[in-house]
């Protein structure tokens, strides 16, 4: 199984081609929203309990109209591949299932802050926030105990998402990454 994390993890960065500079404490991200230091009495209760792709049209987006257009994180990369995993969800093993869904509601709960107004942000910060969320989602969710199998539809169901990315957001994620080996 080492083996096979080792080798993922090579084919990981062969594909993205970066190197890492993200340090292990930025992977700790609040569970969930009680964890939080912000005023949940601001934001919308139905916003408070992430956990469907719809969170994403109805929370985040309503909270930034604003950023409407190709390039807002919300739709165009949230909403949109939240939704992939779903569809793709049963090409995932039994465990891969359950790390999907916990992928989802630790990148959604990572975004709540942000919908309280008081602490709004540009439209590229806040798609930069959401990006620097992915790689600690991922590995605290238990990413580094998937098998090979789930590591490889991971990589096909977010490929597309790289085209979207800076530089520095994929070398953040790698490196979030690299904290499996």
């Given amino acids: 199984m080492r083996v096979e994390m080792i080798a993922s993890y090579w084919l ?8 890492l500079i ?11 929203p009680q964890e939080t230091d912000y005023e949940m009495d601001r934001i919308e ?11 994403y049209s109805l929370c985040l987006e309503k909270s930034y109209p604003n950023c409407a257009n190709s390039e807002n994180y919300a739709i165009s990369y949230g909403l949109h591949f939240c ?11 039994d465990s891969g299932q359950k790390w999907v869904g916990r992928v989802q509601e630790c990148l959604q709960v990572a975004l709540i802050p942000y919908l309280n107004k008081d602490n709004r942000l540009s439209c590229e910060r806040l798609k930069e926030k959401a990006f ?3 790689a600690p989602c991922y590995v605290n969710s238990g990413f580094c105990k998937l098998g090979i199998r789930d590591w490889f539809e991971m990589l096909v169901t977010v490929a597309p ?12 994620t790698i490196e ?5 080996v």
């Fill in 45 to 55: 209760e139905s916003c408070q309990k992430p956990g469907n792709c719809s969170w």
């Fill in 132 to 134: 620097y969320t992915h």
């Fill in 12 to 19: 990981l960065i062969a594909i993205l081609g970066q190197e």
């Fill in 83 to 93: 939704d992939r995993y779903a569809e793709r969800l049963d090409r995932f093993s």
């Fill in 22 to 32: 993200l340090t292990k404490s930025q992977t700790n991200l609040p569970a969930s």
């Fill in 161 to 172: 998402a790289y085209k979207m990315a800076t530089k520095k957001m994929m070398k953040a």
């Fill in 176 to 180: 979030g990454l690299r904290l499996c």
